[in-house]
């Protein structure tokens, strides 16, 4: 049976998901923007959301660098959700902006341009 199984799973099983998710979170840090499908844009958001969240909450600077590990890959990528999202954050949710750009022209679906959201752009 499969209720109560409401999640998206992307069309992929539960290894290859969570690694796609990883590499566009760690994208995401690195660039400041990511350009995907619908489904994978609301995924993105709200593993995101839920990685700052869960790393900001947490006390000692150690347990924040092991969970920013556990999931991101590269320091350069660690760095930066320090630098550009942690250190900066004057807000308890929504690290992210997603910004409609239409069809995709060979198959037609909806294209998501997600950004992180910085607080000097408002």
């Given at each position: 049976?499969?209720?109560?199984?409401?999640?998206?799973?992307?069309?992929?099983?539960a290894?290859?998901?969570?690694?796609?998710?990883?590499?566009l979170?760690?994208s995401?840090?690195?660039?400041?923007?990511?350009?995907?499908?619908?489904?994978?844009?609301?995924?993105?958001?709200?593993?995101?959301?839920?990685?700052?969240?869960?790393?900001?909450?947490?006390?000692?600077?150690?347990?924040?660098?092991?969970?920013?590990?556990?999931?991101?890959f590269?320091?350069?990528?660690?760095?930066?959700?320090?630098?550009?999202?942690?250190?900066?954050?004057?807000?308890?949710?929504?690290?992210?902006?997603?910004?409609?750009?239409?069809?995709?022209?060979?198959?037609?679906?909806?294209?998501?341009?997600?950004?992180?959201?910085?607080?000097?752009?408002?």
């Amino acid at each position: 049976m499969n209720h109560r199984n409401a999640h998206n799973r992307l069309g992929r099983i539960a290894k290859q998901r969570k690694a796609l998710v990883r590499n566009l979170m760690t994208s995401l840090l690195r660039s400041g923007r990511v350009r995907t499908t619908e489904a994978k844009a609301s995924v993105l958001v709200s593993e995101f959301d839920e990685l700052v969240t869960t790393v900001r909450r947490q006390k000692e600077k150690r347990e924040q660098v092991r969970t920013a590990k556990k999931v991101l890959f590269g320091e350069e990528a660690q760095r930066a959700l320090f630098e550009k999202v942690i250190d900066n954050a004057q807000r308890s949710s929504g690290y992210t902006r997603t910004t409609r750009l239409g069809p995709r022209l060979g198959d037609s679906a909806e294209l998501i341009l997600v950004e992180l959201f910085s607080s000097e752009s408002v």
